[in-house]
């Protein structure tokens, strides 16, 4: 595959899982590291989203996990409103974060949950 | 709920998700402490493992991620097994491990990767 | 023991440890997961905190550890604070902040630090 | 060596490091703990930063990685400005940024993209 | 204090902490850098461990705990030696690492205990 | 650039990095999967270390701290040799691990010493 195909690919898969105005926040990159904002979009959305044998939904479930037990929790937000886009119920959300609760500790688990209940708040409020 | 059907919520998780000989290995813990050997049960498989929700191949999929984030990987070993005997095919593994590579780094996928290959090529053997 | 003492007993330790304040900002967990407050009542501070062989203020000199070694300040704050209530004094709670220095590296002792600051800072005006 | 000596050494090397500002912030740990303050300047700058065979700028190479990689971004907006005050450029420090999204993931090396970006805009406005 | 004297307190401590075996086992170090096991002795033993405020037993709560949640279980069969010798007993250890589970997650807290546990028969077998 | 150059640009980046053995081993990922390996050589070798501004040495400074921090200590021994390979003395690697004792902790510290005294070892019993 060309790098062209790639990046194209990676912005396909954004708008599956981001809204308009969280995909213009992030393409801010552009303008610190227009490199680094191709390796974002053409790896981590294109290589790696793009694949096939998991759903969006599945790696969003990989990817929550990953955020929560490293602490991003930034980067949770932004996640929780994709996982939230492409089908994700709340009750599979507050399920994933319980089931972390075992594995990474309490107090990760209770920030990842104050930090979900804002954002499901917040898509009340928008619908 | 009484204590004792948690416990036994957990008994009965544990032998959908372990092989006897590993469950066998894990009950080593009795010996050091049996009060932990009782929380892990009763709380780490009964609690959580015995929620609904999330079927146990999802949370294997949430568990497994969560371990190859922490670097723990004699966990992964056992919990590699655990997927596989859920449900989770060689092929959603390999993905996963692969998604995270993007998440948490090379280093662990990686090592992640090396391990899973170990476990499959064990499963085949014992076929 | 039954679900129910068991709740009882977190309730308990909690009072002991927080104040009502402080309590009521953790009780609005309930609106975002009833379970996973109840599982926190009951297996974070029932089940641990509500065990003998440790005081509490030897559980929170572990609890703060291992918030400075995992990078989780806003939880660290609660439990500077809960520290305090239980019997740590500030000459303790620097001291174990400096030996954490040593051990997880100054970037997050400096940051710990900082807040002890400004936690021993809020009680000093509520006295 | 005496400890006098190791102080002192290690406030030379602050003011190589950082402003005056960011100096005179740093001292307010004085306040919560002298004996932390000492210990910051004498260990982590004096016996640390003090030492030859790596020069400042390759210190702060290693001082960006590793509190990227732990996550530790209010003690990387601090390094960032170091980083440039002993002659690190604004291209290696977004290289080191995309060689760490391999190693680390890209979670925490597109906050650390951010934050860069951040301090790159101050240092424009104040020259 | 002369760092003559930080090097002479270090020593001591190390005396206190661990068996001759394990400190000459450790002065290995001194073959692949010099300086750095100095640093070893006078920083981590003699400026840390050498304090007051805290005692050797309560300190090594604090290095398990913070080891516990690193996941650095090599480290960590040394300081439960340590600790054993200091004065904790098996069962303050096996409940830090219960209280730890809550904390860090079972992953880890499970390893710990097996590490423990292998410890204890170890001490029992030398008695 | 098409996949094809970025492939085979890692595979070069690799050449410099690595010696016949160590490749030979690293490529065992083939057999567990071909995607994987692709993805490792273009993206972790060709994408990342393919690029300019940062010299090779430079990148394995960063690799190292990354991986100390990490507790990634497995792909440490890798990287140590791949170090050694690109021009870093055994003197700056000790520096740069003693630099990181301060930033990380001393427990990680000692073991990347501990091991990179092994592969000094190595190295010299092979010359």
Not at 41 to 70: K, M, P
Not at 102 to 110: E, H, S
Request: charged share 25%.
């Amino acid at each position: 595959m060309e790098d062209n195909k790639r990046y194209e690919s990676g912005i396909h898969v954004m708008e599956e899982l981001f809204s308009e105005e969280v995909r213009n926040g992030m393409a801010g990159m552009k303008n610190i590291s227009p490199d680094f904002w191709e390796m974002i979009v053409s790896f981590g959305f294109g290589d790696l989203y793009g694949r096939n044998t998991l759903s969006h939904a599945q790696r969003e479930v990989i990817t929550l996990t990953t955020l929560i037990t490293q602490g991003a929790f930034d980067q949770l937000k932004v996640h929780l409103r994709a996982a939230l886009n492409v089908g994700l119920s709340k009750e599979e959300i507050i399920e994933l974060i319980m089931h972390c609760a075992g594995y990474v500790g309490f107090p990760k688990a209770v920030q990842a949950m104050g930090i979900a209940g804002e954002i499901f708040k917040e898509t009340e409020v928008t619908k």
